[in-house]
């Protein structure tokens, strides 16, 4: 059993910057891949960005391509999301995901997810 625990979300201006960082607990994490997504009120989840296990593969939706940047420290067991010049529709709780299938590829898809982290809350102010 995989355990995601997501942390550094808050409340910062537009145009601000904000670091996640999701540590998978309970087993190492080197060979899953991993994906960020988040969910505004009343809205759907959606993929903001992933990464492979190596971390040479990533994608980005396309509202924040330029904007925010995933990564992984694998000798740390932890993924991070930095994310610049937030605007206030970036507001949303931001979830982790992980799976060990397909773990070469950066997946874009809820449905390719097992593992899923509680969610931090981003908020951006205008």
């Known amino acids: 059993q995989v355990s995601l625990v997501e942390s550094g979300g808050g409340l910062v201006q537009a145009g601000g910057s904000l670091r996640l960082s999701c540590a998978p607990s309970?087993?190492?994490?080197?060979?899953?891949?991993m994906g960020w997504f988040r969910q505004a009120p009343g809205k759907g989840r959606d993929v903001v960005a992933a990464?492979?296990?190596?971390?040479?593969?990533?994608f980005y939706a396309d509202s924040v391509k330029g904007r925010f940047a995933i990564s992984r420290d694998n000798a740390k067991n932890t993924v991070f999301l930095q994310m610049n010049s937030l605007k206030p529709e970036d507001t949303a709780a931001y979830y982790c995901?992980?799976?060990?299938?397909?773990?070469?590829?950066?997946?874009?898809?809820?449905?390719?997810?097992?593992?899923w982290g509680q969610g931090t809350q981003v908020t951006v102010s205008s």
């Open positions: 995901a992980a799976t060990h299938d397909r773990y070469w590829e950066a997946l874009s898809t809820i449905d390719d997810y097992n593992y």
């Open positions: 309970g087993r190492t994490f080197r060979d899953y891949a």
């Open positions: 990464i492979s296990w190596s971390g040479g593969t990533t």
